[in-house]
């Protein structure tokens, strides 16, 4: 009974994502005004100290920091005899992260946003690769946290610590000036 509010959850996004992504192919009216509003508020809270520190903090998700919490995520699965957990990470992490933000990069083909870029991009805006591997990475932590820590305690705890990187991966590469707010 325990696993079906991640079950929702993941579900629940997935929908979410996927009006998003409609709406952003669709170039919908309010999709723009999402964007800008969402945009305009992370933006103006911008100093020089919060720069330095966000433009660390949104690497945190490159793809070569990526690669390595997945390869050491599931090195420590191994280490502690849970092989399902290590095929569930590498499915999110690998497949979907990897290989599905590409192909859905190629299909929406999203410019990026107009506005300074504080980081270094290479790539098309929708989905934003950071934040697609820290919701799935991120998720599979939370969704094994509920399976392996015996505390709901120690669950919640997680999954509040785990919540709050993804938002503020998200929430980084707006401010850096590279993703719009979806």
Not at 63 to 82: C, D, Q, S, W, Y
Request: net charge positive; hydrophobic share 50%; with cysteine.
């Amino acid at each position: 009974m325990r696993h079906q509010p991640s079950f929702i959850f993941t579900i629940g996004a997935l929908l979410i994502f996927c009006i998003l992504m409609i709406g952003v192919m669709q170039e919908a009216a309010w999709i723009h005004s999402f964007d800008h509003v969402i945009a305009t508020m992370v933006r103006n809270q911008a100093t020089p100290s919060l720069t330095r520190i966000t433009v660390q903090f949104t690497q945190l998700f490159s793809l070569p920091e990526e690669a390595m919490l997945t390869v050491g995520i599931m090195v420590i699965l191994i280490f502690t005899h849970h092989p399902r957990g290590v095929w569930f990470v590498g499915i999110n992490s690998i497949l979907l992260a990897g290989i599905g933000n590409r192909l859905i990069k190629g299909i929406v083909n999203r410019p990026r946003p107009t506005v300074e870029h504080l980081v270094h991009v290479s790539s098309t805006s929708f989905p934003s690769g950071h934040a697609m591997s820290a919701m799935l990475i991120g998720g599979s932590l939370i969704i094994l946290g509920n399976h392996l820590l015996n505390r709901s305690e120690s669950r919640l705890a997680a999954a509040l610590i785990i919540s709050l990187v993804i938002v503020l991966v998200g929430l980084s590469r707006i401010y850096v000036g590279v993703h719009f707010p979806r």
